[in-house]
């Protein structure tokens, strides 16, 4: 840094601690806008996921079926990823229609 002061003087070093400063900006503002972006892409997914619900009451130790169960939005519950797995699973509890199913 001395080398700067003493070839450029006052009016270089300010040039260059303003170029790093923007350059700073710069890289902030561009971690934000991606931040912004990754907000919405996990906002998006969570809207746009759906979760296995219950198509119509379904009783305690009920086996579950395809005529018991649907896919739905929003996705908050178990993912239709798992849907084989349901399928001849057996309900813990009472479901009432579209009700999420838990794990």
Request: aromatic fraction near 6%; include cysteine.
């Amino acid at each position: 840094m001395e080398d700067i002061l003493l070839i450029g003087g006052g009016k270089y070093c300010k040039s260059v601690i303003d170029t790093i400063t923007q350059g700073d900006l710069f890289i902030k503002e561009v971690l934000s806008m991606f931040q912004d972006k990754e907000r919405l892409i996990v906002n998006h997914y969570r809207i746009a996921r759906k979760s296995i619900v219950t198509k119509s009451n379904t009783r305690k130790r009920e086996v579950f079926s395809e005529n018991n169960l649907a896919v739905k939005r929003p996705g908050n519950g178990i993912s239709p990823m798992r849907w084989d797995k349901m399928i001849k699973d057996i309900a813990k509890r009472n479901y009432e229609e579209d009700e999420l199913i838990e794990g």
